[in-house]
């Protein structure tokens, strides 16, 4: 870890607490651990491995490039899915790669009839979602898997009309199923046997009682005094209204701080001051108010993103989006450590 640069906090211990109470709760159906895009901002190659060591075996992606760098990286031996919109190019690296295919489009259906896949292969249906995903019924012989996708995971009305529509598809072929997400297992029956596919749990977020696995941390790197009416940052959007010190963080937009956060948000000193985010957020810097603070000097750790009030959950509800995007946008050139 350098010390002038932003950091990133993995703590696998919370991983693994969360991927045995998400087990718990599927029971001995199929279990398949998403960690596409970057396993949401926590490191693929890092943390599919910690998965593998608690005994994961099926893990999924968007990207042929994913699961190449996973097979680069951590073998073979396990199954990798890719949830992406592949083509006959593709084929071959498929194939040698032993990635699991995922059929969601009228054109996939027509390749897995003319070619040659690796097993096992899984199909989706639309229920609902209408986004991928066929629409009516198909008997082909060449499938393993069948699923679908809730367009509205922690809504138990919604996704039951869903599994309604679900269940005649796939009825003539005994064929094991999945479509669980993390929210949806809230109402989930313990007698299902349809299996998971779990992102957003295993990373700590998305049901109560799951702990984030991830943190995110900064120096401070300058401590500035600024006169009373004096602007800090660019375009002088904020003036000081009185004689202040304002500490300088080497995190900016470039490591996934969000811009629509300078001046309506806050970071928190070691000892849990909240400490508010001031002057436009640059590409590489932002700047916080440390005026009031009694503590904060240079050299110090000040805590950016974690659970509880600064949660990806409240960085969300700030910006009016979800978890998800908080998570994933967090650059890769934010260094992370793991523990």
């Not at 998403?34 to 490191?43: D, T």
């Not at 027509?110 to 198909?138: A, I, N």
């Not at 004689?243 to 849990?272: T, W």
Request: aromatic content about 10%; some cysteine; proline content about 2%.
């Amino acid at each position: 870890m350098k010390s002038h640069e932003s950091y990133i906090k993995i703590e696998l211990d919370r991983l693994k607490f969360n991927f045995k109470k998400l087990k718990a709760l599927c029971g001995s159906t199929y279990f398949c651990a998403v960690v596409k895009a970057n396993a949401y901002g926590h490191g693929l190659v890092d943390v599919a491995k910690a998965l593998k060591e608690f005994s994961v075996e099926n893990f999924a992606v968007a990207r042929l490039s994913e699961a190449q760098t996973l097979r680069d990286e951590l073998g073979f031996g396990f199954e990798i899915l890719l949830f992406s919109t592949w083509g006959h190019e593709d084929i071959k690296a498929l194939n040698q790669l032993q990635i699991s295919p995922v059929v969601s489009t009228s054109n996939q259906l027509q390749l897995l009839k003319k070619d040659t896949f690796f097993k096992p292969v899984h199909l989706e249906y639309d229920t609902g979602m209408h986004r991928l995903g066929l629409q009516s019924k198909t008997n082909s012989t060449n499938l393993d898997y069948y699923f679908t996708h809730f367009l509205e995971a922690s809504d138990e009305n919604t996704s039951k009309a869903q599994l309604e529509r679900f269940e005649p598809l796939t009825s003539d072929m005994a064929l094991p199923s999945h479509a669980y997400s993390t929210s949806a297992l809230a109402h989930r029956e313990e007698s299902s046997k349809l299996g998971c596919r779990l992102g957003l749990g295993l990373y700590g977020y998305g049901l109560e009682a799951l702990q984030p696995v991830l943190s995110w941390h900064a120096p401070v790197v300058e401590i500035k005094s600024v006169k009373k009416d004096e602007t800090v940052s660019y375009g002088g959007i904020w003036t000081a209204s009185k004689d202040s010190k304002i500490a300088i963080l080497p995190v900016g937009y470039a490591d996934g701080y969000r811009r629509e956060l300078m001046n309506n948000f806050f970071v928190l000193s070691q000892n849990k001051e909240k400490l508010p985010v001031v002057g436009a957020i640059c590409m590489d810097y932002l700047m916080v108010d440390v005026t009031e603070s009694s503590s904060v000097k240079i050299g110090e750790e000040v805590t950016l993103l974690d659970e509880g009030v600064l949660s990806a959950e409240v960085w969300a509800e700030k910006l009016n989006t979800i978890s998800y995007e908080i998570l994933c946008g967090i650059s890769t050139r934010v260094n992370r450590i793991y523990l």
